[in-house]
C-alpha cells in the first residue's frame, strides 16, 4: 500500500496566511518581504496619513516605522532622513495631481 503525501502549500498561500495572522495582530509573525517599490509606495502611503494626522514635527520616523510595521533600519533603506521622505511625499502628491488635470482636459 503505497500512501501520498498531502500537498505542500505553496509560498504563495504562506505568505497570504503570514500576512492575515499579522494583520490580525498576532505575535510573531511577520509578512513576507514587500519588492522594493512596493515598500517605498507603502512607506510614502503611511506618511502621508501620519503627516496629515498630524505634523512634520509631530511624527518621528519611528512612529513612521511603527506605522508600516517596519523597523527604522528599514525606512532609512528608502529613505536617507525624514526630511527626504517628507520631500518625496510632496512630489509624489504634486505628480498625482498634475497627472490628475491633464486626465481632466483630455
Do not use: I, N
Not at 501520498?4 to 504562506?14: G, H, L, N, S
Not at 492575515?20 to 510614502?44: C, I, N
Not at 502621508?48 to 506605522?67: D, H, I, M, N, Q
Not at 525606512?75 to 512630489?91: A, G, I, M, N, T
Amino acid at each position: 500500500v503505497r500512501t501520498v503525501a498531502p500537498a505542500m502549500p505553496t509560498t504563495k498561500e504562506k505568505s497570504a496566511k503570514a500576512l492575515a495572522r499579522h494583520k490580525s495582530g498576532e505575535r510573531g509573525v511577520r509578512p513576507t518581504r514587500m519588492s522594493k517599490d512596493a515598500r517605498r509606495s507603502q512607506l510614502l502611503d503611511v506618511a502621508a496619513k501620519l503627516f496629515a494626522e498630524s505634523s512634520y514635527g509631530g511624527v518621528t520616523t519611528a512612529a513612521l516605522a511603527r506605522a508600516a510595521g517596519v523597523t527604522e533600519p528599514v525606512l532609512y533603506q528608502h529613505f536617507p532622513s525624514k526630511d527626504v521622505l517628507y520631500h518625496e511625499l510632496l512630489r509624489e502628491c504634486a505628480r498625482r495631481t498634475l497627472a490628475a488635470w491633464a486626465e481632466e482636459q483630455r
